[in-house]
Each structure stands twice: as C-alpha cells, then as structure tokens.
T-cell receptor, first 111, second 114 residues
Framework: DAKTTQPPSMDCAEGRAANLPCNHSTISGNEYVYWYRQIHSQGPQYIIHGLKNNETNEMASLIITEDRKSSTLILPHATLRDTAVYYCIVRVYSNDYKLSFGAGTTVTVRA | EPEVTQTPSHQVTQMGQEVILRCVPISNHLYFYWYRQILGQKVEFLVSFYNNEISEKSEIFDDQFSVERPDGSNFTLKIRSTKLEDSAMYFC????????????FGPGTRLTVT
C-alpha cells in the first residue's frame, strides 16, 4: 500500500470549515483514498473514499488532485463532536482486505 | 441504523488464561475483521475472514490467536494463552464486500492482562 503523510495535529474553530491534507505521492492507479476517524478510542468510523473524482457525502467532501498525489478532506461546518483523530488511508481496489492505519491527524475543534 | 456490537466491553484476565472476544457483525455483511490498538499506538490489522476461512492475516496473528464464526451471527477472536502485551482495545469490523466497500467498526473490547 502507498504510504500517506498527514500533519500530526490541527485546530479548527467551531462552525468553520476544517481542511485536512494528506500526501500520498506514491499512490498507484488502482488505489483508492479512504478517510476514517476515531473519536476518543471508539471504533474507527468511515467518512468517505474516492479514486480520482471529488466526492461528497453528508459528512464531508474529498478533493483529490489531478495527479492523485494528494487529497484534502473537508468538514464543511466543524462541530465540537468532530474532535477526533482523522486517518487518510490508501488501499488497493481489488484483493485487499485490511485497512492500514497510520498515526493520523488529531483535529481539535474549539468553541 | 445497523451496527457492529462487541462483548464484553472490558475483559480482565490473568496471564496465561484463554479469552474469547465476541462480535456480532452487521447482518448482511460477508467480510469480517479484527483489529487491535495498544494504548497510545496505531490501530493494527489482525485478520480478515470470509466464507468461513481466513482471507488475510498479519504477523501479529500468530498461533495463539484464532477466529471462528460459530453460528450465523457471531464472530469470535480467541487468544489461547494471554500475555501482558496482549493488553489492548480489540475492534471487530465488517463489510458488505472487500476493498472498495467501507468497513464498519464496533465499539471495541478493552482487554487487560494482569
């Protein structure tokens, strides 16, 4: 699996958009970008994933650069409940079962 | 909304004892997983299970670990002879398919080996 690089921590103001960067410069053509988060030692929670097009769901938006070497997760209106560790994971599309978690980005949303 | 459940939420055991951690995956899911997280460390993959057999396992998943789907609803992780270093949160997950499908995680079982 391609390695990802994320900043260790970031702060965000409540009600503002949170933009979480992820670098995956060695990503292969058959690897998806996934985002999960973990709120205070709870089980990880799926947020969104994509291959090369931008994606949006009820939780977040995922912007993937044209060369696919980096991506940004956008939480449009951060709330205190969004305080968590956010993981960017790249994963082969086929014949791949595991998720390989790194250290992630600890996001703290402040009132 | 369907969810993955795990029991017990906290298990305390003595070194050398056997423990069984239980999980009930989401009912129409076909792929099942165990992960663990030692306090302050990363979430680590242990094993995946599909069609009543292990499909992938990590180096951590050695002979002291085993998994089983004893009936149509439960998925278990057994640790035969626990060690102090097995103390961790153990997360069960399930998915409807492999790779492109998201995995849904349970709340975890905190295992403390004394």
């Amino acid at each position: 699996d391609a390695k990802t690089t994320q900043p260790p921590s970031m702060d965000c103001a409540e009600g503002r958009a949170a933009n979480l960067p992820c670098n995956h410069s060695t990503i292969s053509g058959n690897e998806y970008v996934y985002w999960y988060r973990q709120i205070h030692s709870q089980g990880p929670q799926y947020i969104i994933h994509g291959l090369k097009n931008n994606e949006t769901n009820e939780m977040a938006s995922l912007i993937i650069t044209e060369d696919r070497k980096s991506s940004t997760l956008i939480l449009p209106h951060a709330t205190l409940r969004d305080t968590a560790v956010y993981y960017c994971i790249v994963r082969v599309y086929s014949n791949d079962y595991k998720l390989s978690f790194g250290a992630g980005t600890t996001v703290t949303v402040r009132a | 909304e369907p969810e993955v459940t795990q029991t017990p939420s906290h298990q305390v055991t003595q070194m050398g004892q056997e423990v069984i951690l239980r999980c009930v995956p989401i009912s129409n899911h076909l792929y099942f997983y165990w992960y663990r997280q030692i306090l302050g460390q990363k979430v680590e993959f242990l094993v995946s299970f599909y069609n009543n057999e292990i499909s992938e396992k990590s180096e951590i998943f050695d002979d002291q670990f085993s998994v089983e789907r004893p009936d149509g609803s439960n998925f278990t992780l057994k640790i035969r002879s626990t060690k102090l270093e097995d103390s961790a949160m153990y997360f069960c997950a399930s998915s409807a398919g492999q790779s492109s499908y998201e995995q849904y995680f349970g709340p975890g079982t905190r295992l403390t080996v004394t």
